[in-house]
């Protein structure tokens, strides 16, 4: 069962409405998603707004996600209009091929500009996405020291800024957007495992279940290994506290298991990375990403001690 969640700050819903006026000042669109659900973390709304602007998406937390995955949607997102890479904003590798990108992007802007008689500038860019999909972090990244607030968590971004990033590229960050309805009860629990959605707006036990659940269907076996599950026992929140001998204070009973800290311990080791690098949406299982005949391995077990935020 998917939990219903919405979430709908006051300063995104501000920040949408000035949107359309922003757009105008941009030349280029970096639209970022989080590369472990990036449909769930495509705005269909913004993606409405900005139209035919040249876009470069941006499949940020490419060290968390599932390799074979990552290449998938790689390959499904570029297309004649729209540009797309990976990049992991934690380790800022790939910078310099990103603000390239850029200045191909908007080159054809400055042009016109100077087929008008007006002086060059710098390529003006918009970053947008959903919210803690790593827009601020990826910005510091380029830069190479912090200029923008960053935090493991939604909303930490709730203005507009301008950051030089090179001698021909100025980047505005922005607030994430999120639409005000989601599209289904799915996107929201998927939001909810990568921290889309401020925790107060669903219940970190139903986001642990679904977690729980959506795992095993892609990688069968992978938390039973992970969590050192016993043969006899079967794969659910309560086995997964027995196994980590998370139990509440005597007062609750010698055997009241503490479910609430083993749902909050899953997320934050599906998080960082702990469990290995996962990928909650596949590109096989949606029509509009481009199946291949590679086989699916399990993720690749790599200790992440902490994962990049807005």
């Known amino acids: 069962m998917q939990p219903s969640i919405q979430w709908y700050p006051g ?12 757009l105008k000042l941009v030349d280029v669109v970096v639209m970022v998603v989080d590369c472990r659900i990036p449909l769930a973390t495509t705005n269909p709304r913004l993606a409405r707004k900005i139209g035919d602007k040249p876009t470069l998406m941006i499949l940020n ?16 997102m570029t297309t004649d209009t729209q540009k797309a890479m990976l990049y992991d904003a934690k380790s800022a590798q790939g910078k310099a091929q990103l603000v390239q990108q850029i200045q191909i992007l908007g080159e054809a802007t400055m ?4 087929a008008r008689g007006r002086k060059r500038r710098p390529i003006r860019v918009l970053v947008a996405g959903m919210p803690n999909v790593g827009k601020s972090t990826l910005i510091n ?3 190479g020291r912090k200029k923008t607030k960053t935090g493991h968590r939604a909303g930490v971004t709730r203005s507009t800024q301008w950051v030089r990033i090179h001698s021909e590229v100025e980047l505005m960050d922005t607030p994430g957007v999120i639409p005000p309805v989601l599209d289904s009860p799915l996107a929201g629990a998927f939001l909810a495992t990568v921290s889309s959605i401020g925790d107060a707006a669903f219940d970190e036990e ?37 196994a980590r001998n998370y139990k509440l204070a005597s007062k609750h009973g ?13 997320l934050t080791d599906f998080r960082h990375a702990r469990m290995g690098r996962i990928t909650l949406e596949h590109a096989q299982n949606h029509p509009s990403a481009e199946r291949e005949q590679e086989p699916l391995t399990q993720p690749e077990q790599t200790e992440v001690p902490t994962a990049e935020g807005e």
């Open 141 to 143: 990244s380029i830069v």
């Open 11 to 22: 300063h995104i819903a501000k920040y949408e409405r000035q949107l359309g006026e922003l």
């Open 206 to 242: 139903e986001i642990a279940r679904f977690l729980i659940e959506t795992i095993e269907g892609l990688y069968p076996g992978l938390l039973c290994q992970y969590f050192k599950l016993t043969e006899g026992q079967s794969l659910s929140l309560e086995s997964i506290a027995e």
């Open 254 to 266: 010698p055997h009241t298991l503490d479910l609430l800290r083993t749902a909050q311990a899953l």
């Open 61 to 76: 937390k490419s060290d968390l996600g599932d390799m074979i995955q990552n290449r998938r949607w790689l390959k499904s």
């Open 111 to 114: 042009q016109k500009m100077i």
